[in-house]
């Protein structure tokens, strides 16, 4: 796993939520901002949302501070073997996704403004890619657990297309699938290895491996 392309900052600013990359500032607005947050799936109170970005230490702590963020897990999904080991997830013949699953409070932030941050750290064109991590377990996808989660999925991808033009959009969008959270070492790795993941950091995510 290599440097991101993209440096990502999460801060809170009033009510909105502010991520800042490398090439610029986007703006979240939060109505509420007391949030439990995971990447990967969405349910009720607490809600769950499953998203793949690519290398899943590094998104891990983006979402990690996000105001109101109460849990994170990176794991495996998408692939045909069970309990996968890392090793067997990057031969890509498992056919798994590197993911985060993030648990929020669905009455204090909306499915679509979590949505909103992951189309703006990830570029949605690239197949099995992001930045410099190449392979099928780098693809990009949005795993819902109920029909209001896939509406808002492909609503939001029509949106993205518009940015993109005549570009594929290779961000796959598909029911949630068996969850195997990754090995203990790789839970919030990078705030282990220093990195600070409290609510609000703006101190650029570096991430090594």
């Known amino acids: ?112 403004d979590l949505l909103a941050v992951f189309w703006d750290i990830i570029d949605p064109t690239l197949l099995n890619q992001q930045g410099n991590d190449v392979g099928t377990q780098y693809r990009t996808g949005i795993y819902y657990h109920n029909d209001e989660q896939q509406a808002a999925a492909l609503r939001t991808k029509e949106e993205v297309k518009k940015k993109y033009g005549h570009q594929s959009i290779a961000t796959e969008i598909l029911p949630a699938a068996a969850w195997y959270p990754a090995e203990a070492h790789h839970q919030q790795y990078l705030a282990k290895g220093g990195q600070c993941s409290a609510t609000g950091d703006l101190t650029p995510i570096r991430c090594y491996g």
């Open 1 to 112: 796993m290599k440097v991101l392309q993209k440096q990502v900052h999460v801060s809170a600013s009033g009510t909105r939520q502010v991520a800042t990359f490398a090439g610029g500032t986007s703006f979240y607005d939060y109505k509420q901002m007391v949030v439990l947050v995971s990447i990967a799936y969405l349910h009720l109170i607490p809600s769950l949302m499953i998203l793949l970005v690519g290398c899943f230490w590094g998104i891990e702590l983006v979402f990690q501070r996000v105001p109101g963020v109460v849990g994170t897990e990176v794991g495996y999904t998408q692939g045909t073997k069970k309990n996968p080991t890392y090793e067997e997830v990057c031969s890509g013949r498992t056919g798994h996704t590197e993911a985060v699953q993030i648990t929020y409070d669905s009455t204090a932030i909306k499915y679509d």
